[in-house]
């Protein structure tokens, strides 16, 4: 289904609509902004698994609460889970990191831990690991995280946070509300299955993706 498709200047890429993220890559790096409950956590895990289902690894920086909810079984096996307290990013596999904002903040760039996030993100091209980061606002993660990903996924963005974001995304995620307000809502489709998708080494894909679905073993926990 095409929402938004439509042929740009060859130097700047072709928009593109893909139901499946077909394009990406188990060893991309990639941010999800949103505001709460725009499907963020969604999103990641619906690329998380149809990446398991091509044969590739993919690991969880994850909380207690996670590690719970896989002892009752409401997370398939193949889905390892890292500790958020010994945080550790293979090669040729994908980690997912939910609500970044919580552990990596741009205010407490001087913890520990948010600076090997970011010296590990400047590495792990050279290691060909990927990640997949979702936050609500690029205010909230540290700025060099953004510019060393391969793509950027905007959920519907919020309005007052997307005229308080960080100047340089700021007019982006603005045109980006106004696309959705216009080629999704104003269509009457529901803007929890799209996502708007930016490459950020090289422009090769930019527009929205959908409709996407909710992964098998989707609940509502793992996004609390």
């Known amino acids: 289904m095409s929402v938004t498709e439509k042929e740009v200047d060859g130097s700047k890429g072709l928009k593109i609509v893909d139901q499946d993220f077909g394009f990406l890559k188990a060893t991309n790096r990639v941010v999800i902004i949103g505001a709460a409950g725009t499907g963020k956590s969604v999103v990641m895990h619906y690329i ?3 990446l398991h289902a091509q044969g590739a690894k993919v690991n969880m920086l994850a909380p207690h609460a996670i590690f719970e909810l896989k002892k009752k079984g409401k997370i398939p096996g193949w889905l390892h889970l890292i500790s958020y307290k010994y945080p550790v990013f293979e090669s040729n596999a994908l980690t997912l990191y939910d609500d970044a904002q919580l552990r990596s903040h741009a205010r407490e760039y001087y913890k520990h831990r948010n600076i090997t996030l970011t010296k590990v993100l400047s590495i792990a091209r050279h290691k060909k690991a990927g990640i997949i980061i979702t936050t609500q606002t690029a205010n909230e993660i540290d700025r060099d995280i953004l510019q060393k990903m391969d793509y950027l996924i905007i959920k519907q963005p ?10 340089e995304v700021r007019k982006l995620e603005l045109e980006v509300l106004e696309a959705y307000q ?33 992964p098998s073993y989707w609940t509502s926990e793992l996004g609390d």
């Open 182 to 214: 216009k080629d999704i809502i104003g269509k009457g489709l529901n803007p929890q299955e799209y996502s708007y998708v930016i490459s950020t080494s090289g422009a090769t894909w930019e527009g929205f993706v959908g409709p996407t679905g909710t």
């Open 158 to 167: 919020n309005f007052f946070a997307a005229r308080m974001d960080r100047p």
């Open 48 to 50: 998380a698994e149809g």
